[in-house]
């Protein structure tokens, strides 16, 4: 059974931090890329970051030079580090395995 568990959501106020990190069991994590997806309110769920086996990210162009994925392959874990947040960041964030496997999504809201 494969697992995603996401923890580091929170409240943050506008141009604060957050670290979201995501832990996979089973052997996935070895052949996957591993990215973070976020949903709004009313909008449909899109990429933020990805990171793929060798390392090598893909960001949207609205976090681009303010997040940062990263992962580590004997932990077996994914982390987004998010630096100036904005009021349009606040969304569920959900981290995958190419989009194959959810996490149960994790709530992220700035407010200005």
């Known amino acids: 059974q494969v697992q995603l568990v996401e923890s580091g959501g929170g409240s943050v106020q506008a141009g604060g931090s957050l670290r979201l990190s995501c832990t996979a069991s089973?052997?996935?994590?070895?052949?996957?890329?591993m990215g973070w997806y976020r949903q709004a309110p009313g909008k449909q769920r899109e990429l933020a970051a990805f990171?793929?086996?060798?390392?090598?990210?893909n960001y949207a162009d609205s976090v681009k030079g303010r997040f940062t994925i990263s992962r580590d392959n004997v932990k077996r874990t994914v982390d987004l580090q998010m630096n100036g947040l904005k009021p349009e960041d606040t969304a569920v964030y959900y981290c995958?395995?190419?989009?194959?496997?959810w996490g149960q999504g994790t709530q992220v809201t700035v407010s200005s």
């Open positions: 995958t395995a190419e989009a194959i496997y």
């Open positions: 089973g052997s996935i994590f070895d052949f996957y890329g």
């Open positions: 990171v793929t086996t060798d390392g090598r990210t």
